[in-house]
C-alpha cells in the first residue's frame, strides 16, 4: 500500500505568516490528493482536492500544489481560525482503499 | 443544505456488537458513494469502509474485513455499519462521509459518533 508521509507534524506560527505543509507518497500516485483542515471536536473539512483544486466556499489563501511524490498545501497569510490539523488523503484505485497521512498540528506562536 | 447525522455509538464490551445510522438530508443519497471514516482518539484519520450508490460495492480496510459490514437504504436516505465482534482498538469517534462526484475524497461528513470497545 502507499504511505503518505506529512511534514512537519507540528508547526508553529503567527498570523500572518505564510506556511507550506508538506505530504510525501511512498510511489508515484495519480492526482488524486486532497487536503483537509480538522479543529477539536469536530469533522474534517475539504480544502483541496485533485491536487490543486479549492474547494467550493474555501478561502482562497488556501492552495495545493504538486505531483508524482510530492504534494504540498500553502496558506498563504495565516488567519486565528487556521490553527487546525491538516491532513492529506489519497486514493489507492488498486485494492481500493483510502490512505491519510499522520496529521500536521498548526499551532499559534 | 446538506447533512448527515450519525447515531448508534456508545460503550459496548470487546466481543460485541454494535450498528451505526447515518441520516442524510439535503442531497439525492441515492446518487453517491458513501463511506464511514473513524478516528481514534488523539490520533489521525483511518477510512474504514465504502459503498456504491446501489450498494453492489463495498470495500473495506483490512482491519474490520470479515466483522464490519456498511449497508445502505436509499429508500429511507440512510447508511449503516454492523459492526461485530469488536475490540478495544475499533474504539473511535465514526464518522460517516459523503464521496465527492469522483469518489477520491469526501465532501461532507457528519458530527461523528463515539464508539468506545471496553470491559
Known amino acids: 500500500d502507499i504511505q503518505l508521509t506529512q511534514s512537519p507534524s507540528f508547526l508553529s506560527a503567527s498570523v500572518g505568516d505564510r506556511v507550506t505543509i508538506t505530504c510525501r507518497a511512498s510511489?508515484?500516485?495519480?492526482?488524486?490528493l486532497a487536503w483537509y483542515q480538522q479543529k477539536p471536536g469536530k469533522a474534517p473539512k475539504l480544502l483541496i482536492y485533485?491536487?490543486?483544486t479549492l474547494q467550493s466556499g474555501v478561502p482562497s489563501r488556501f492552495s495545493g500544489s504538486g505531483s508524482g511524490t510530492e504534494f504540498t498545501l500553502t496558506i498563504s497569510s495565516l488567519q486565528p481560525e487556521d490553527f487546525a490539523t491538516y491532513y492529506c488523503q489519497q486514493l489507492n484505485s488498486y485494492p481500493w482503499s483510502y490512505t491519510f497521512g499522520q496529521g500536521t498540528k498548526l499551532e499559534i506562536k | 443544505e446538506v447533512q448527515l447525522v450519525e447515531s448508534g455509538g456508545g460503550l459496548v464490551q470487546p466481543g460485541g456488537s454494535l450498528r451505526l445510522s447515518c441520516a442524510a438530508s439535503?442531497?439525492?443519497?441515492?446518487?453517491?458513494?458513501m463511506s464511514w471514516v473513524r478516528q481514534a482518539p488523539g490520533k489521525g484519520l483511518e477510512w474504514v469502509a465504502n459503498?456504491?450508490?446501489?450498494?453492489?460495492?463495498?470495500y473495506y480496510v483490512d482491519s474490520v474485513k470479515g466483522r464490519f459490514t456498511i449497508s445502505r437504504d436509499n429508500a429511507k436516505n440512510s447508511l449503516y455499519l454492523q459492526m461485530n465482534s469488536l475490540r478495544a482498538e475499533d474504539t473511535a469517534v465514526y464518522y460517516c462521509?459523503?464521496?465527492?462526484?469522483?469518489?477520491?475524497?469526501?465532501?461532507?461528513w457528519g458530527q461523528g459518533t463515539l464508539v468506545t470497545v471496553s470491559s
Open positions: 510511489q508515484g500516485i495519480s492526482s488524486y
Open positions: 462521509a459523503r464521496s465527492s462526484v469522483g469518489e477520491d475524497t469526501w465532501d461532507y
Open positions: 485533485a491536487a490543486s
Open positions: 439535503g442531497f439525492t443519497f441515492s446518487s453517491y458513494w
Open positions: 459503498i456504491k450508490q446501489d450498494g453492489s460495492e463495498k
